[in-house]
């Protein structure tokens, strides 16, 4: 009986001693947690962020950024940034791939595309606008003036001229000339690069940490009339998500538009990659989906430019020749896009 009892007491006396080790191990690592917990935060606190910063596609961004710049270095927004930086291109007759002065489709009509997105997921978009000079206007007023998030051809021409876009002619001359040079040879492809389906993409994080995008382009040179490709479609030219990034594309939108190529983008940003890394990785994926169709990549150019909330920023592009353009509190500067070709 006496050995039963002090076996008894015995075990109390041991799970007592073990619940007391127990509570204080977790005390402990509750306090651990807290230490590494701050650690953290302190680490996030003593983390710069690259703010305000401005990207865009080719060498025409230069100039685009620095409207761009003039709107984020006055602390304004990156949605009144990034519209007021491609309007520039967008009016400029000697930019051919973009706005008024960008080559026409094969009937010799000039058609335009746009979109715009800003930090709050309001989106606005236009497809096959003709006569408007400034279709990222008309896009943005897509976003703030209706319930929609896209019109196209004649329903966006009315729109435009409803808020009092003024109708013009867009073919310029020289776009107008080689047209019909073209017209003799309609077998004739323009190179690869900014030469023919080019886009001026930008994105930008603004001195109070939100993210904005826009996107606008007059297309493939000497495209079907009707053809829309991947700049006015949120998810594929251009895509923002003020948790984790914004990225913009340009090139061949048709292959783009096959991998909604600006969104995977960003899920690959949210997922941990680098925006460098997340570019490279969409860039593979066409790649790959090209090949597996047999198709033949020499032809097809696809680049994308991307920036995550920290304002780090990167490129990728499938074959050498693609740029992008930076502006950041260390000055605005042309900058190559690697490439999976060399």
């Given at each position: 009986?006496?050995?039963?009892?002090?076996?008894?007491?015995?075990?109390?006396?041991?799970?007592?001693?073990?619940?007391?080790?127990?509570?204080?191990?977790?005390?402990?690592?509750?306090?651990?947690?807290?230490?590494?917990?701050?650690?953290?935060?302190?680490?996030?606190?003593?983390?710069?962020?690259?703010?305000?910063?401005?990207?865009?596609?080719?060498?025409?961004?230069?100039?685009?950024?620095?409207?761009?710049?003039?709107?984020?270095?006055?602390?304004?927004?990156?949605?009144d940034?990034?519209?007021?930086?491609?309007?520039?291109?967008?009016?400029?007759?000697n930019?051919?791939?973009?706005?008024?002065?960008?080559?026409?489709?094969?009937?010799?009509?000039?058609?335009?595309?746009?979109?715009?997105?800003?930090?709050?997921?309001?989106?606005?978009?236009?497809?096959?606008?003709?006569?408007?000079?400034?279709?990222?206007?008309?896009?943005?007023?897509?976003?703030?003036?209706?319930?929609?998030?896209?019109?196209?051809?004649?329903?966006?021409?009315?729109?435009?001229?409803?808020?009092?876009?003024?109708?013009?002619?867009?073919?310029?001359?020289?776009?107008?000339?080689?047209?019909?040079?073209?017209l003799?040879?309609?077998?004739?492809?323009?190179?690869?690069?900014?030469?023919?389906?080019?886009?001026?993409?930008m994105?930008?994080?603004?001195?109070?940490?939100?993210?904005?995008g826009?996107?606008?382009?007059?297309?493939?040179?000497?495209?079907?009339?009707?053809?829309?490709g991947?700049?006015?479609?949120?998810?594929?030219?251009?895509?923002?998500?003020?948790?984790?990034?914004?990225?913009?594309?340009?090139?061949?939108?048709?292959?783009?538009?096959?991998?909604?190529?600006?969104?995977?983008v960003?899920?690959?940003?949210?997922?941990?990659?680098?925006?460098?890394?997340?570019?490279?990785?969409?860039?593979?994926?066409?790649?790959?989906?090209?090949?597996?169709?047999?198709?033949?990549?020499?032809?097809?150019?696809?680049?994308?430019?991307?920036?995550n909330?920290?304002?780090?920023?990167?490129?990728?592009?499938?074959?050498?020749?693609?740029n992008?353009?930076?502006?950041?509190?260390?000055?605005?500067?042309?900058?190559?896009?690697?490439s999976?070709?060399?």
């Open positions: 009986m006496l050995s039963t009892q002090f076996e008894i007491d015995n075990n109390m006396s041991n799970r007592r001693n073990f619940i007391k080790n127990l509570g204080a191990l977790s005390l402990l690592l509750g306090t651990a947690k807290l230490d590494l917990n701050a650690q953290n935060s302190k680490k996030s606190r003593a983390t710069k962020v690259n703010k305000p910063i401005v990207l865009s596609t080719w060498d025409f961004g230069i100039e685009a950024n620095k409207g761009a710049w003039e709107v984020l270095n006055n602390n304004g927004t990156a949605l940034a990034v519209e007021k930086g491609v309007r520039i291109v967008e009016a400029d007759p930019e051919r791939s973009v706005g008024y002065g960008g080559r026409p489709d094969r009937d010799g009509i000039v058609t335009l595309d746009a979109c715009i997105m800003d930090d709050k997921a309001n989106i606005g978009s236009v497809a096959s606008l003709e006569n408007i000079k400034h279709p990222i206007s008309v896009a943005r007023k897509v976003m703030e003036d209706t319930p929609h998030v896209m019109l196209v051809g004649d329903g966006a021409l009315q729109f435009a001229l409803e808020k009092g876009f003024k109708k013009e002619n867009l073919l310029t001359d020289i776009s107008e000339k080689e047209w019909k040079e073209w003799k040879d309609t077998n004739y492809k323009l190179p690869i690069n900014i030469e023919n389906h080019d886009t001026i993409g994105i930008a994080l603004d001195a109070h940490g939100n993210l904005s826009a996107c606008t382009t007059s297309g493939m040179a000497y495209k079907m009339h009707g053809r829309v991947d700049s006015p479609i949120i998810g594929a030219g251009l895509y923002v998500d003020n948790e984790i990034g914004a990225v913009t594309a340009t090139g061949h939108g048709e292959e783009v538009i096959r991998i909604a190529g600006s969104h995977l960003v899920e690959l940003m949210r997922q941990g990659y680098s925006p460098e890394n997340a570019c490279k990785e969409a860039v593979n994926r066409i790649i790959k989906l090209t090949q597996s169709r047999k198709k033949d990549l020499k032809n097809i150019q696809v680049g994308f430019i991307a920036i909330k920290q304002g780090e920023y990167g490129s990728y592009c499938i074959h050498p020749g693609f992008f353009a930076v502006y950041d509190q260390t000055g605005n500067r042309l900058i190559n896009g690697k999976i070709t060399k």
